[in-house]
């Protein structure tokens, strides 16, 4: 499906803090098997899950990646610099303890390059060296990453609320453009660092 204004709702998970089998639901690669519900709506727990979750946990190399309170901020900026850099159009992020969100345009219509350029900031610039030969760095994403097309100016308004609230739900930073600012207007401001403002 082709995006409303080239916009995007796009999710970023920390490293190991949602596998396949999670009781709050999954979704396979490229849906090479099809997981009935999702967080809203878990999924019939099954033996299968269960042994998928526990082999998922058993082939990670490092501890889950969980975004501390204090970190919150510093990666906000960071996501705002990244987005800056590349001329990403942004009216909503949140940055929580296990993942971030985005709701920006793309006008190439290539979401998942972008989140990666957000990744790699981020990674650079947070995670400690695990090894100085290599200069590998401790893995804070997940490779993957949730795009959602935005469908029509409602459902960014929608995607832009669910965004912000999770300043309150789960005691995010957040930052935002005006939705009448930024996604009214076939929106082509584009955030700096200094504009943000934390919350949460």
């Known amino acids: 499906m082709r995006a409303w204004q080239h916009w995007y709702h ?3 998970g920390t490293y190991g803090t949602w596998l396949p089998g999670d009781p709050r639901g999954w979704r396979e690669k490229d849906h090479r098997l099809h997981v009935e519900g999702d967080y809203k709506k878990p999924p019939v727990r099954t033996d299968f899950a269960t042994a998928k979750h526990a082999n998922a946990k058993q ?3 490092h501890a889950p990646y969980i975004i501390k309170t204090e970190d919150k901020a510093a990666i906000g900026d960071l996501v ?6 590349q001329q990403i159009p942004v009216s909503a992020v949140a940055v929580s303890t ?3 969100h985005l709701l920006v345009q793309c006008k190439r219509d290539n979401p998942k390059p972008v989140a990666g350029n ?6 650079f610039a ?9 200069s590998a760095r401790q893995p804070m994403f997940e ?3 949730g795009a959602k097309p935005i469908r029509d100016l409602a459902h960014g308004k929608r995607a832009h609320r669910y965004i912000l609230d999770h300043a309150k739900k789960e005691n995010a930073w957040v930052w935002s453009h005006r939705q009448d600012d930024v996604l009214s207007t076939g929106p082509r401001r584009i955030a700096t660092g200094l504009s943000a403002r934390g919350g949460g």
């Open 59 to 61: 082939l990670m190399k």
């Open 10 to 12: 796009i999710t970023i």
């Open 98 to 100: 296990i993942n971030i």
């Open 80 to 85: 705002l610099k990244s987005l800056t850099h």
């Open 126 to 134: 947070m995670a400690s060296v695990i090894d100085p030969t290599t």
């Open 118 to 123: 957000v990744k790699r900031q981020i990674t």
């Open 143 to 145: 490779i993957e990453c």
